[in-house]
């Protein structure tokens, strides 16, 4: 998966404490987006922004914000975790056309007590 | 809302079986539907993307079918070996630019 690169692999937080997850991709990708994946419910979409400037929510997007700082990097940001936000997350882009793939970076496994 | 559902959940295989995955969507107005792979504790790497004007997409031993009048794709895997033991995932996009995730089947390859 090199291209997508997710700072940091694991962390642990309390209930309250607040974190960033970084995500940077170096393909010069348009399109970047913030997934979580938890057991039985598969991967949902956070939020997405489809070209630099621009951010969407997507499913589940309750308790986090985000921020496109520039086109490679896309940080999602999570103010006052509660144990539902532990998961693994997901950083991904696209090159942005409708015959580009989804490119994904390793996750974050993230542990809210 | 997009609702893909695969089926089987798992499935276990002797080496050397070909073998059929199956991802089904509800809505047709798809721009295209993608399959990965994800091995434990990694992300998903894109095996396959067929466009919503392809019927097939192939990849080695990988052929990916679409089917979008009945909402259907597969995922054909040939002469399977050990190596492939993964989860499947499926996605269909539609417009907004996101993608909607199959839940993915669970396969174990064995010796």
């Known amino acids: 998966n090199a291209g997508v690169t997710q700072t940091p692999k694991f962390q642990v937080l309390k209930t309250g404490q607040s974190m960033t997850l970084q995500c940077a991709q170096d393909?010069?990708?348009?399109?970047m987006y913030w997934y979580r994946q938890d057991p039985g419910m598969g991967l949902r979409l956070i939020y997405y922004?489809?070209?630099?400037?621009?951010?969407d929510k997507g499913e589940v997007p309750n308790g986090y914000n985000v921020s496109r700082l520039n086109k490679r990097e896309f940080s999602l940001r999570l103010e006052s975790a509660a144990p539902s936000q532990t998961s693994v997350y997901f950083c991904?882009?696209?090159?942005?056309?409708?015959?580009?793939?989804?490119?994904f970076g390793n996750g974050t496994r993230l542990t809210v007590t | 809302k997009q609702e893909v559902t695969q089926i089987p959940a798992a499935l276990s295989v002797p080496e050397g079986e070909n073998l059929v995955l199956n991802c089904s969507f509800t809505?047709?107005?798809?721009?295209?539907l993608q399959w990965f792979r994800q091995d434990p504790g990694k992300g998903l790497t894109s095996l396959l993307l067929?466009?919503?004007?392809?019927r097939e997409q192939t990849s080695g031993r990988l052929n990916a079918s679409l089917d979008k009048s009945s909402g259907r794709s597969t995922l054909y895997i040939a002469a399977s070996q050990p190596g492939d033991s993964a989860t499947y995932l499926c996605?269909?996009?539609?417009?907004?630019?996101?993608?909607?995730f199959g839940k993915g089947t669970s396969l174990l390859v064995t010796p």
């Open positions: 996605a269909a996009m539609n417009s907004g630019y996101a993608l909607n």
């Open positions: 067929i466009q919503s004007s392809q």
């Open positions: 809505d047709s107005a798809i721009y295209n």
């Open positions: 393909m010069n990708h348009n399109s």
């Open positions: 991904a882009c696209r090159r942005g056309a409708l015959d580009s793939p989804l490119h």
């Open positions: 922004s489809a070209s630099e400037g621009t951010t």
